[in-house]
């Protein structure tokens, strides 16, 4: 029984062995010249620039086209082109807005600080009553840009000494119009510097 069993492995290790030997020379032989090429079908999708090559096509590249959103590119409705010119402005036109809003700024302020000095002159001014004709006097007034009232004289005296001198004693009571040290020194030099006020007999001052 023993011999039977050995006989029967050992002709089933031939067998195996044989099969073995059968397959490694029944496998094809691939002979592949140096200068000749392997066709390969395969496709490569680059996400950089969308390019699709394809080898069934031979020395042929498919390009996709890309969307490009250029502002150069893109194609305005006329509608759209009206609402771009509406808000389109140029330099110039800045520039000219902005001045305009500066002097009516500066304006504002030469304003508003005259009317201060004008109401605080008027009200130690203490004029004659018994005035028959309409006088008026200028005054120049020399500042500081502390306020401070550093010279004042009559240039267009009136007729009238007694109008002049009223004049000349609410300046003498006068020694700071301190408003004008909030100004832009500019503003200042400009118009506050040296001015001239008008002293009328109707009681105004300009």
């Not at 950089?48 to 409705?77: A, H």
């Not at 520039?95 to 500066?102: A, D, H, L, P, V």
Request: charged share 25%; no cysteine; net charge neutral.
């Amino acid at each position: 029984m023993n011999k039977a069993l050995t006989s029967l492995n050992t002709f089933f290790l031939i067998l195996l062995f044989l099969s073995l030997i059968f397959s490694v020379f029944s496998v094809p032989k691939l002979n592949v010249d140096e200068q000749q090429s392997i066709k390969v079908n395969f496709y490569e999708l680059s996400q950089q620039d969308d390019i699709l090559f394809d080898s069934s096509i031979p020395n042929v590249t498919i390009k996709q086209e890309t969307k490009k959103s250029s502002l150069t590119d893109k194609k305005i409705e006329p509608s759209e082109a009206a609402v771009v010119s509406k808000f389109k402005f140029n330099k110039s036109d800045i520039k000219n807005e902005i001045s305009k809003i500066k002097l009516s700024k500066e304006r504002e302020d030469i304003l508003r600080i005259s009317a201060i000095i004008q109401s605080r002159i008027s009200s130690i001014w203490i004029k004659p009553n018994s005035l028959s004709e309409s006088l008026i006097t200028k005054v120049s007034i020399n500042l500081a840009p502390s306020g401070e009232i550093l010279n004042f004289k009559l240039i267009e005296p009136s007729s009238n000494n007694s109008f002049n001198e009223s004049i000349l004693t609410a300046m003498n009571k006068m020694t700071f119009l301190e408003d004008v040290k909030f100004l832009d020194r500019k503003l200042f030099e400009e118009n506050f510097r040296n001015f001239n006020l008008v002293f009328k007999s109707s009681g105004e001052i300009e």
